[in-house]
């Protein structure tokens, strides 16, 4: 047959009722695995801006904060400044990504000001995080228990830019 035979045939009935199936190949990746590096690179981000001096930590904290728990940068400045830190302030977070669990149906806590009470949307983890900081007239090392979210394959924090950790 001549292409154009081809095009003009008739369809079989079986073929013309036998409808083309799509179904989506089942995927056995674990979400926790990508969020882990997701999580990982958030992090290393923020430790990472601590040396570009405040303004850059502010720039970074209010650009990765969740999209529901949002402030800007300059009440990330403000809280930063607040705290006592110089553009002499350095932090390295370290999290803990393979204790990393879901926290499904976790909540701001009270202390979160305006935000007391959300369940943010997303996968919400909990992990700890070794914080190791600096500036002119301390140096602090301290672990603590933190969160952070996936969401449309995005990571982020909740940091309420009213302290510097």
């Not at 079989?12 to 989506?24: C, L, N, V």
């Not at 969740?66 to 607040?82: A, K, N, Q, W």
């Not at 110089?86 to 979160?112: C, E, F, H, K, Q």
């Not at 995005?154 to 009213?162: D, E, I, L, M, V």
């Amino acid at each position: 047959m001549t292409s154009a035979q081809q095009s003009t045939a008739p369809a079989s009935t079986s073929e013309a009722s036998a409808a083309p199936t799509t179904t989506a190949a089942p995927t056995t990746e674990d979400p926790l695995l990508a969020d882990q590096a997701l999580v990982r690179t958030l992090f290393y981000g923020l430790s990472q801006s601590s040396m570009d001096g405040l303004q850059g930590f502010a720039e970074y904290m209010a650009g990765n904060n969740h999209p529901e728990f949002s402030y800007s940068v300059d009440e990330c400045l403000t809280g930063i400044e607040r705290s006592g830190a110089t553009d002499n302030y350095r932090v390295d977070y370290v999290p803990d990504v393979a204790s990393m669990a879901i926290d499904p149906g976790w909540a701001l806590g009270a202390t979160s000001g305006r935000y007391a009470g959300l369940v943010p949307s997303g996968r919400n983890y909990i992990l700890p995080v070794a914080i190791n900081e600096s500036d002119l007239s301390f140096s602090n090392s301290t672990t603590a228990q933190m969160h952070a979210s996936v969401l449309d394959g995005r990571a982020y924090f909740f940091f309420g830019c009213n302290e510097t950790t």
